[in-house]
């Protein structure tokens, strides 16, 4: 595991900002839904692009990655807009996110071994509060024949069916499969097969 969070550092050293400095175009499509004032905590958040977008929306939003190197640029990028994101850097293999705690949880591109992915999706649900909010958006096996980003690795792929099972008893206000041009740095570039859900924990 350390040597995969040093793989991270080491990409995030390597680049300027690998996925760029706008917002993920699905975060910005359904962050309208999301109650005003609410607590964020964004999963695998990188170098801050999605954070600074919602703290910029008047969101109170926390930062979760197990990257020093991003969440130093992050934390710098934040102070320069005069924004205050709390950053949480820790592996989420060993982080408890709280129960009832949040209202959105956003997981943009965050792609786990789905052994831990199934025990992180069981957390986030804990985690939000009763009529809680989850936007995700990610790649599906699809994406192994395009080769413009995300891992070469099926397991770590998520699907809508994966999804409809591992968000059961929520309400899918989006749950769809798609294929769209990611432009986000250099790091996603290009036509791309994604999953995107934006959904809600019952009351
Ligand atoms: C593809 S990047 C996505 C970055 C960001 N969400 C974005 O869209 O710009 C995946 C992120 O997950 C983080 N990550 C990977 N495994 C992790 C783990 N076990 N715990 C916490 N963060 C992790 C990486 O450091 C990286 O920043």
């Not at 990028?77 to 956003?106: F, H, P, R, Y």
């Not at 786990?112 to 069981?122: D, F, G, I, M």
């Amino acid at each position: 595991m350390v040597a995969k969070i040093e793989k991270w550092d080491q990409k995030y050293s390597e680049h300027e900002f690998l996925y760029g400095k706008s917002e993920n175009d699905f975060l910005r499509e359904v962050s309208a839904f999301f109650p005003e004032q609410a607590e964020i905590l964004s999963l695998g958040e990188g170098e801050g692009r999605n954070s600074i977008y919602l703290a910029k929306q008047g969101f109170k939003v926390t930062a979760l990655d197990s990257s020093k190197v991003a969440l130093q640029k992050l934390s710098k990028w934040a102070g320069t807009e005069s924004l205050k994101i709390e950053c949480w850097q820790t592996n989420i293999e060993q982080v408890d996110l709280g129960i009832e705690k949040w209202d959105v949880i956003v997981s943009i591109w965050f792609h786990l071994p789905s052994q831990l992915r199934k025990k992180v999706h069981e957390q986030v649900i804990s985690a939000l509060k009763p009529g809680g909010w989850i936007a995700l958006e990610a790649y599906t096996p699809d994406q192994l024949a395009y080769k413009t980003g995300g891992p070469q690795d099926q397991d770590m792929l998520l699907t809508k069916d994966i999804l409809m099972k591992e968000f059961f008893d929520f309400e899918f206000i989006i749950l769809r499969e798609t294929i769209r041009n990611v432009q986000e740095g250099t790091g996603h570039k290009g036509e791309s097969a994604t999953v995107q859900l934006l959904g809600r924990k019952p009351f």
